[in-house]
Structure formats: C-alpha cells, structure tokens
T-cell receptor
Framework: GENVEQHPSTLSVQEGDSAVIKCTYSDSASNYFPWYKQELGKRPQLIIDIRSNVGEKKDQRIAVTLNKTAKHFSLHITETQPEDSAVYFCAASKEGGGFKTIFGAGTRLFVKA | GAVVSQHPSWVICKSGTSVKIECRSLDFQATTMFWYRQFPKQSLMLMATSNEGSKATYEQGVEKDKFLINHASLTLSTLTVTSAHPEDSSFYIC?????????????FGPGTRLTVT
C-alpha cells in the first residue's frame, strides 16, 4: 500500500543553523504534500504545503521542495529558533480514492539555544 | 482560518464502558473528516474516513464495531469507542478537509486523550 518514509527521526541543530527533513512517497499518483508541526500535547498544525505542479515553495524561513520523478520532498527551515523545536510530519495525499493522507513517522527537531 | 474543535479534550473511563468523542468544524463545512490515533512519540495512524451522509471507510485492522463513526452533518462527526479496554487508551485526533474543489487542506482538532482503567 501507500507509504511515506521520513528521515531523520531525530534532528538536533544549533540555533541559527538550518534544518532539513526529507521524505519519500510510494504512490506516484500523490499530488498534494503538506507538512505539519506538532508541539507536545497539541494538535498538528499545517505549516506549509506543496502541490505536484510546483517544484518549490517558500514562506519566510520555511521552504519545501518536491521532486516528482524521484518521489522525494523536503522541508527546509533556515535560521532556526528554539520555538521551532517540535515534531514535524510530512504527508502525501491524492484527490479521489477517499482522499487519504498518509503521514511520515515524524522528525523530532531540537533547536539548541 | 479553518477551526476544528474536539470534545472532550480528555476522558477517563472504566473498562467495558463506551466513550463518544465529537469532532466539529466550526467555521466551514466538511464533507470529509478523518479520525486518527496517535501513540506517544509516534505518527498519526489513520483509523477511518468519515463521509457526511454515508458509512465511514475503515482502514485495515481497525474494527468497525469497536470504533463506531457517525458523520451526521457537514460540521459534526463522532467516534464512539465501544466496550473500551486499557489497550484503547490513546490520543485520538480528528481532522476535517475544507470542502472546495481546489483546496486539499486538512485541519486538525486538538485531540482527545482517552484513558481506560
């Protein structure tokens, strides 16, 4: 079945450095790729998303890239801050077929001050 | 923005009893809602897709009779955990998809922490 792999599972960076989280998906029909940030005990929050007709999208310190051929997509956070510390989930979904969203296993990001 | 509420935020129940969790889209209509289960430090596991006015679609391995889902209106879906057991203790999160032809965004509720004693 559909699968989304996410790496690394844990990432520790120094404040001000960049953080990169990578995901691969198995279903080539996937056409929507959101990223969620989840702080401890709270709901996942959509932070950025990208559709399959776009290769890159940026929103301030956050950017996402998509390589449809390789079925890879990545989240890039620049100038990290302690408040960026959280668990980040990538996901892949497609219209139709019940619009199922498949989540990656998550990356626990620690930003050290 | 789209807001999804969930009630209760936490519940403790005795083994063998049933618990109902509500998921509401507050400022938009949601033809489709999703129910997830999340174990500590793990990802979101999709349990079922709830479609307004029709039966829910359950993922493989999720017992339909155990986890009853009702999507009675465009703003409300409920999950009832029947005959709960300690192994059902978990964090249950719903999400709703904004119903437009071009929007794929999903918004999550705050979650319900269920503890079965």
């Amino acid at each position: 079945g559909e699968n989304v792999e996410q790496h690394p599972s844990t990432l520790s960076v120094q404040e001000g450095d960049s953080a990169v989280i990578k995901c691969t998906y198995s279903d080539s029909a996937s056409n929507y790729f959101p990223w969620y940030k989840q702080e401890l005990g709270k709901r996942p929050q959509l932070i950025i998303d990208i559709r399959s007709n776009v290769g890159e999208k940026k929103d301030q310190r956050i950017a996402v890239t998509l390589n449809k051929t390789a079925k890879h997509f990545s989240l890039h956070i620049t100038e990290t801050q302690p408040e960026d510390s959280a668990v980040y989930f990538c996901a892949a979904s497609k219209e139709g077929g019940g619009f199922k969203t498949i989540f990656g296993a998550g990356t626990r990001l620690f930003v050290k001050a | 923005g789209a807001v999804v509420s969930q009630h209760p935020s936490w519940v403790i129940c005795k083994s063998g009893t049933s618990v109902k969790i509500e998921c509401r889209s507050l400022d938009f209509q949601a033809t489709t809602m999703f129910w997830y289960r999340q174990f500590p430090k793990q990802s979101l596991m999709l349990m079922a897709t709830s479609n307004e006015g029709s039966k829910a679609t359950y993922e493989q391995g999720v017992e339909k009779d155990k986890f009853l889902i009702n999507h009675a209106s465009l703003t409300l879906s409920t999950l009832t955990v029947t005959s709960a057991h300690p192994e059902d203790s978990s964090f249950y999160i719903c999400s709703a998809r904004v119903s437009t032809t071009v929007s794929y965004e999903q918004y999550f509720g705050p979650g319900t922490r269920l503890t079965v004693t």
